[in-house]
């Protein structure tokens, strides 16, 4: 089993930034990636940012590529997204996410989740 736990969330002006933090416990080796999914109200969740633990690589969908950046610390089992330029259509409850197989912009395929926290950017 494999705890995720976020932190970071909050409500924030555009243009603002926000650090998201994932913390992982449990059997934290059995993750080989990790990601941040996303879900607004009445919307279905989507993929945000993805890293492969061991190599690093890093995937962003395309809203936010520009903006957001994902990294990883293993020392610290965390994984963490950097949102620069918050607009109000970011505001969502963001996930972290583990996978034991790969990283890939669909929820399937990703066995533990986070209870979430809350993003909000007004106007």
């Known amino acids: 089993q494999v705890q995720l736990v976020e932190s970071g969330g909050g409500s924030v002006q555009t243009g603002n930034s926000l650090r998201l933090v994932c913390t992982a416990s449990?059997?934290?080796?059995?993750?080989?990636?990790m990601a941040w999914f996303r879900q607004g109200p009445g919307s279905a969740r989507e993929f945000v940012s993805g890293i492969e633990w061991r190599s690093g690589k890093t995937y962003y969908t395309d809203s936010v590529k520009d903006r957001f950046s994902i990294s990883r610390d293993s020392a610290k089992d965390s994984v963490y997204l950097q949102m620069n330029i918050l607009e109000p259509e970011d505001t969502s409850l963001y996930y972290c996410?583990?996978?034991?197989?790969?990283?890939?912009?669909?929820?399937?395929?990703?066995?533990?989740w986070g209870q979430g926290t809350q993003v909000t950017v007004s106007s």
């Open positions: 996410a583990c996978s034991k197989q790969f990283v890939r912009a669909s929820e399937h395929g990703f066995q533990y």
């Open positions: 449990g059997r934290t080796a059995s993750c080989y990636g």
